[in-house]
């Protein structure tokens, strides 16, 4: 069975700033690991994901993610906030199904 | 190359009316999962066909139900509609051999009145 928790329903940053979103997963299989965006009555844009190989994967619009085995973690970071980066994120996993976490809205303040 | 596509994209129905939603998956892929994601949360599993059959199926109840047809779209029925249906109903085609190989779609906003 797949699990996802995203620490943090609300994370607040100032435009330039880290923007830094916590996800850890449980996986009785080799998990692939995915993160989403979503605007406003929107569907999901895919960000990045992780299947195998190197384990700091790169994504759209600057961010990029790290899969650490050891402590079930895949946490999404990008190094300055944009304005147009305020949005909900998701994590999600994959095993036999895609499991979503309840996801984690990001506001950029100016 | 079209993605995966979803109709329609906006639908009001009535209580205790039925509603059938189609996507067409992304060309090549052979499998089409769908997803419920209410107003305030993360997407949750419905059922996945492939083959032309349920192969898992999330907690919903039997009135959600599916088909996929030769051409590998499909289309999600919800009979006796209840209030707490109204959500955004998203579609995702995949491969059955490559788990990271994922599409979605835009989705269908459902509302029930």
């Known amino acids: 069975a797949q699990s996802v928790t995203q620490l943090g329903s609300h994370v607040s940053v100032s435009e330039g700033a880290l923007v830094l979103l916590r996800c850890n997963y449980s996986s009785s299989v080799p998990p692939y690991l995915f993160w989403y965006v979503q605007y406003p009555n929107q569907g999901l844009q895919l960000l990045l994901k992780?299947?195998?190989?190197?384990?700091l994967v790169k994504g759209i619009n600057g961010f990029e993610a790290e899969f650490k085995k050891s402590e079930t973690s895949f946490h999404l970071t990008k190094p300055s906030a944009h304005m147009s980066d305020a949005a909900e994120y998701f994590c999600?996993?994959?095993?036999?199904?895609?499991?979503f976490g309840a996801g984690t809205i990001l506001r950029v303040k100016s | 190359d079209a993605g995966v596509t979803q109709s329609p994209t906006h639908l009001i129905k009535t209580r205790g009316q039925q509603v059938t939603l189609r996507c067409s998956p992304k060309s090549g892929h052979d499998t089409v999962s769908w997803y419920q994601q209410a107003l305030g949360q993360g997407p949750q599993f419905i059922f996945q066909?492939?083959?032309?059959?349920?192969?898992q199926r999330g907690n919903f109840p039997d009135r959600f139900s599916g088909h996929q047809f030769p051409n590998y779209s499909s289309e999600l029925n919800v009979n006796a509609l209840l209030l707490g249906d109204s959500a955004l109903y998203l579609c995702?085609?995949?491969?059955?051999?490559?788990?990271?190989?994922?599409?979605f779609g835009s989705g269908t906003r459902l509302t029930v009145v």
């Open positions: 066909y492939y083959e032309e059959e349920e192969r």
């Open positions: 999600a996993v994959s095993g036999n199904k895609l499991v």
């Open positions: 995702a085609s995949g491969l059955i051999r490559d788990r990271g190989n994922i599409g």
């Open positions: 992780y299947t195998t190989g190197a384990t």
